[in-house]
């Protein structure tokens, strides 16, 4: 499994940025796929994640400002990002579980794509 992130860079507050996750493969075989961020001398955390049934998961942060989707037709999952706030520096990563099954044994693997910086200026 590879996931390949895109879309990071510089931005001011206020401003918008879209992340993109490249996938080896449909994301459809993901049990979740989706970004977490991690900021300087702070803990690795959600922003975003589709699980394969059921609504999107969300960082409490948020707070309706991103958007996460799939793009079927590219193998990617998109983070819409709006009104961005320098509180949101950080390094996005992507990240995906593929569960797979194996006579009564489940299996939960969770890849890692490298980080993508995002930078937000006061």
């Known amino acids: 499994v590879q996931l390949q992130a895109s879309g990071g860079g510089l931005v001011q507050a206020g401003g918008s940025l879209r992340l993109s996750c490249a996938t080896s493969g449909s994301t459809f075989r993901f049990t979740k796929i989706g970004w977490y961020r991690q900021a300087p001398g702070k803990q690795r955390e959600l922003v975003a994640a589709?699980?394969?049934?059921?609504?999107?998961d969300y960082g409490d942060f948020v707070k309706g400002r991103f958007s996460i989707s799939r793009d079927n037709a590219k193998n990617t999952v998109d983070l819409q990002m709006n009104s961005l706030e320098p509180e949101d520096t950080a390094v996005y990563y992507c990240?995906?579980?593929?569960?797979?099954?194996?006579?009564?044994?489940?299996?939960?693997?969770?890849?890692w794509g490298q980080g993508t910086q995002v930078t937000v200026s006061s």
């Open positions: 589709i699980r394969s049934a059921g609504p999107a």
């Open positions: 990240n995906a579980v593929l569960t797979t099954n194996k006579g009564w044994t489940r299996y939960e693997n969770e890849y």
